[in-house]
């Protein structure tokens, strides 16, 4: 065989090869999502269960078929919290054609947001990334999801009204971990406290709080009526333990959305009766998304983790907020059933979430153009030794200072783009 | 300020440092024998919390049984770091064998986590957590107990540096060249001091696990623990009870008198201020002996 021949040969074999590829590609109905988390650093205590949750949740609706024909992949790596490894993710993410990522990390998801902008790449920025994102005209392509911090601030603010009647004159304590995501609810503690007449005295730890033993003898004999501990993982747990040994009214200790079963467990789980937390979605196995993903995806050995993880607060934390995103891509093939499937389709569908509950597991969600808080919503539980148990319906409070706040900020972002 | 506050915080001050300073006397303990400042210490200690909660919580054996197995696998852990990494460094440049050991410090951090689950892991050594109060005095029961080990530990490490066996390892310390000439087996005796360095991280592992829980953190009592063996001198182990109820105390009336005036952060501020002024001015620290090279 002539050396040209052979040659012209190779290459109509492998342009042929390729040919089928394509089509088969051209044929399949993929949404393709981005999840590179923090398995590894910082976000350690949440993103193992979080991820899980997630990706359970994702088996389930590919398990029936997926969304009219289309099928979910997600994508998971490991970012580190290292920003250099996050945006190559991203970029990554992005060259292979990913509509949404979920970087689950406050500095990523900060050092992303010019890119989403820029690139029309939904990010889900649930329980974390800045606060002000919640105002979807500054940041159409950044998603919370989910109550931030100042929502959550002053939920549990207007829980100790509801119990005290009246806060005026009443000392509330504000025990946080001294980085930007501790110091976060302040701006919001400070101007409730101004308009309903408490006292707030905050004491700040640093990180990551795993000795808080010169903190709490301050909180104690500062007699406070009630105590929020603002922190993540061991600073939460320290912060527990600390507590108890100092004799602390558990029933008026209380946290964010980021304290888990796990925690009280490390903190001694009968010693911690009574602690208060931000529940964004009902926790334990009874939620029917959790059912079915007990009955259809773990039962038949598809699980993405342990199966004694699931129905545990982060684990349902993901759940959520993959519920609502999979809802985002329903609307958006409702919208536009031939796609193309980009960042501005799910973008639209994600816009046009309304009052979605997922089988009562969440509250009622509601996403627009301007709200990508979702109407801010949750419930106040309490631990009872064993679970965390609701004590209030989901409800929001206190939103025209919360949204003062987000205004505030992003108003600042679009003047100066930070 | 309250006086009464201010005694709290300085009674729990003082065991908190004690409780640094047993992982700092590991630190002591290899620096005495071969001369290396080991940045593996915090890991060492976190390894050690680690070792005692798998015993118990994946093995299921009572806790007053886990914590010696957990001990004795630390202190073989020890020897055959010496014996399968530090040896190889022979001849190497001081520089690169402490390289080695933050190296170590990094790996260990990294897999640890990975290999039992990154959640804080909780290690029930039946200290209650119920609040003691003498009068209207709080005294915190983990610290008090945890405090209490470490000094009785402290002091059991400078009583073993007199006997036999410590002088050999003082030898060893003091020249190895002549240690070799009169037949000390110098290898064995730094490979016990590693083994015996990492049963004290293991026993500061499970004393600050009971305190906090078992996770990574755990290997950031390493920055506490040189804070002190700068300050009481790197081969000075009397040197270490001293300062660490200093840099104890210290961070805890740093917290309690400059972090409601500066707004916070000061306790670790504490530790690197108290590095940096040793190193300028008293660079043997307070009980260091100060090596003078005759040229």
């Known amino acids: 065989m002539e050396r040209r021949t052979f040659l012209t040969g190779t290459a109509a074999a492998a342009l042929v090869s390729q040919m089928p590829i394509t089509i088969a ?88 947001v010019p890119r989403v902008l820029e690139d029309e790449i939904n990010m ?28 959550q601030a002053g939920l549990l603010i207007d829980y100790f009204r509801q119990k005290d009647g009246d806060l005026n004159g009443k000392k509330i304590c504000f025990v946080h971990i001294d980085t930007p995501f501790g110091k976060e609810p302040l701006p919001i503690l400070e101007k409730l406290a101004e308009q309903q007449g408490f006292e707030l005295v905050t004491f700040p730890y640093t990180p990551p709080g795993n000795d808080q033993s010169a903190i709490w003898p301050q909180v104690r004999r500062a007699r406070p009526d009630w105590v929020m501990f603002w922190g993540a993982g061991v600073g939460q747990t320290t912060a527990l333990t600390e507590a108890v040994r100092n004799g602390m009214d558990m029933s008026r200790m209380s946290s964010s959305v980021w304290i888990s079963e796990s925690d009280m467990e490390v903190a001694g789980a009968q010693d911690v009766t009574g602690v208060l937390k931000v529940e964004p979605c009902a926790s334990g196995r009874d939620p029917k998304p959790i059912q079915d993903i007990l ?27 993959t519920a609502i995103i999979i809802e985002g891509v329903r609307k958006a093939i409702e919208k536009a059933p031939d796609g193309p499937v980009t960042g501005p389709w799910l ?23 301007e709200d990508h808080q979702g109407g801010g919503m949750a419930r106040i539980a309490h631990w009872d030794g064993e679970k965390f148990v609701a004590d209030t319906d989901f409800f929001t409070a206190n939103q025209d200072v919360v949204w003062e706040e987000i205004r505030k900020y992003s108003e600042e972002f679009k003047k100066t783009g930070e | ?70 001990l004795a696998v630390m202190f073989l852990a020890g020897v055959a770091l010496e014996r399968f ?30 290999l039992f689950g990154s959640a804080v892991k909780r290690l029930d050594v039946g200290i209650p957590n119920t609040p003691l109060f003498l009068g209207d005095l709080f005294l ?69 696990g009971a305190t906090q829980g078992v996770d990574w953190s755990l290997s950031l009592l390493l920055i506490k623990a040189l804070a002190i063996a700068i300050l009481g001198g790197l081969d000075s182990l009397p040197g270490v009870l001293i300062a660490g109820i200093i840099v104890g105390l210290a961070e805890s009336l740093a917290t309690g008198i400059l972090d409601p005036i500066v707004g916070g952060g000061t306790r670790d501020v504490v530790a690197s201020v108290i590095i940096v002024l040793t190193l300028l001015l008293r660079p043997h620290g307070l009980f260091g002996r100060e090596h003078i090279e005759r040229v």
């Open chain 1, 25 to 112: 590609r051209a044929q399949d109905k993929v949404i393709k999502f981005a999840m590179p988390q923090d398995f590894t650093k910082v976000y350690t205590f949440v993103t193992a269960e979080y991820s899980q949750g997630q990706r359970d949740y994702i088996s389930l609706i590919n398990a029936r078929g997926g969304i009219n024909g289309y099928t979910i992949e997600a994508d998971v790596s490991d970012h580190g919290n290292d920003l250099p490894r996050a945006i190559e993710a991203y970029e990554r993410a992005k060259t292979e054609g990913a509509v949404l990522i979920d970087p689950l990390s406050t500095p990523v998801a900060r050092a992303l």
């Open chain 1, 124 to 151: 889900v920025t649930a329980f974390s990334g800045r606060s002000d994102a919640a105002d979807g005209t500054a940041f159409p392509y950044v998603m919370p999801l989910s109550p931030n911090y100042w929502t």
């Open chain 2, 85 to 114: 990494a530090l040896r190889r460094m022979v001849g190497q440049p001081i520089i690169m064998v402490i390289m080695l050991t933050l190296g170590l410090e990094i790996m260990l951090r990294g897999v640890l986590p990975g």
């Open chain 1, 347 to 369: 973008n639209d569908g994600l816009h046009s979430i309304r009052d979605f509950d997922a089988d009562g597991m969440i509250p009622p969600v509601t996403i627009t153009p």
């Open chain 2, 140 to 208: 915190n029961r983990a610290t008090l107990i945890g405090g209490s080990v470490s000094f009785v530990l402290i002091l059991l490490a400078i009583a073993f540096f007199n006997s036999r066996l410590g002088i050999i390892m003082r030898a060893v310390s003091d020249d190895q060249s002549a240690s070799w000439s009169v037949g000390i087996r110098v290898e064995r005796a730094i490979a016990i001091a590693w083994g015996l360095s990492a049963m004290m991280a293991t026993t500061a592992g499970v004393l600050w």
């Open chain 2, 1 to 70: 300020m309250d006086m009464l506050l201010l005694a709290e915080l300085s009674i729990n001050g003082v065991f908190v440092g004690l409780m640094y300073a047993l992982v700092a006397a590991g630190i002591v303990l290899i620096y005495k024998t071969s001369g290396i400042a080991n940045l593996a210490q915090g890991a060492l200690a976190m390894m050690g919390g680690y070792a005692a909660w798998a015993f118990t919580a994946m093995v299921g054996l009572p806790i007053w049984l886990a914590i010696p197995i957990a």
């Open chain 1, 295 to 321: 009955a259809e995806v773990v039962e038949p050995g598809n699980g993405a983790g342990p199966e004694e993880k699931v129905g545990t607060s982060y684990y349902n934390y993901g759940v959520m907020i």
